[in-house]
């Protein structure tokens, strides 16, 4: 290939990422999280219709073939940094505008979704690959046991026909436990730290995948009738419970032009 046929090539690649670019800016600005990669790549790209030479149809041939042998879609390209984008990254885009919604509606994701979910953030930083924590589901007639057992734990008493309804502010809630091994070069505190970074990770993914949650916890979320509920080891900790639901759609229709300022990242940095 010439000089001159390269830099044209290169040229015509530059423009269709800016046009992709261009269209998961308007799907962010719409508002559209979670399904947008989906949506995506649904619609056509930018070369779909570009007239191609016969050298570029074979080899337009070969990645089709290539393409359909691969059991999952491609994702992006990390092999290379990438100019930073808060808009258009779906990654640094879904960090910037998470938000903890208190009011949730009544649709969840079903098990094997969130089984999905939480593979995908087992790729949380972890020490020796511990993997020092899990998720307990509760759903239904559960969420009137933790009630009963957060009002034991407060030492509540309450009338006959009244129940604790904390519990109920979501239709699903997610137990996180922090769940130390034993290793010598690992101490606990590393591995609660590991926890943590897998229910934040769990958190984030739910967001992007288009579902509201809210992270709770509070001074009797490891009492012992709580404790005595989840059927925690001495060693574990509860570290709360990510309250799950679909995000009200009043909500959702000012996300796109939510104006909460992101703090100073000054106020986070020094040097030794």
Request: charged letters at 25%; glycine letters at 6%.
């Amino acid at each position: 290939m010439s000089k001159k046929a390269g830099k044209k090539r290169r040229q015509k690649d530059v423009g269709a990422c800016d046009v992709t670019r261009d269209r998961v800016r308007a799907h962010f600005l719409d508002g559209q999280t979670g399904p947008w990669a989906r949506k995506l790549g649904a619609e056509p790209s930018a070369t779909d219709s570009a007239p191609s030479t016969d050298a570029e149809a074979s080899a337009s041939s070969s990645s089709e073939t290539a393409a359909s042998a691969a059991s999952r879609p491609v994702g992006p390209d990390y092999s290379v940094p990438s100019s930073i984008d808060i808009v258009a990254d779906p990654v640094l885009h879904a960090i910037s505008t998470r938000r903890s919604i208190s009011k949730l509606g009544p649709e969840t994701p079903n098990d094997a979704d969130l089984r999905e979910l939480i593979h995908a953030v087992s790729s949380v930083a972890d020490h020796k690959g511990l993997k020092p924590w899990r998720f307990i589901i509760i759903r239904g007639h559960d969420r009137n046991r933790l009630g009963e057992a957060l009002d034991e734990a407060g030492n509540v008493q309450r009338k006959t026909g009244e129940i604790n309804e904390k519990p109920l502010r979501a239709e699903l809630l997610l137990a996180l436990v922090a769940s130390p091994q034993d290793n010598p070069k690992v101490p606990e505190w590393e591995q609660h730290a590991t926890a943590a970074g897998a229910g934040h990770l769990l958190e984030l993914a739910l967001w992007q995948a288009g579902w509201g949650v809210m992270w709770r916890s509070g001074n009797l979320t490891n009492e012992p009738a709580v404790r005595r509920l989840h059927r925690l080891k001495e060693s574990e900790l509860l570290m709360g419970w990510l309250y799950i639901g679909a995000v009200p759609e009043r909500y959702r229709q000012r996300l796109p032009n939510s104006t909460r300022p992101l703090p100073d990242p000054e106020q986070f940095l020094d040097t030794l």
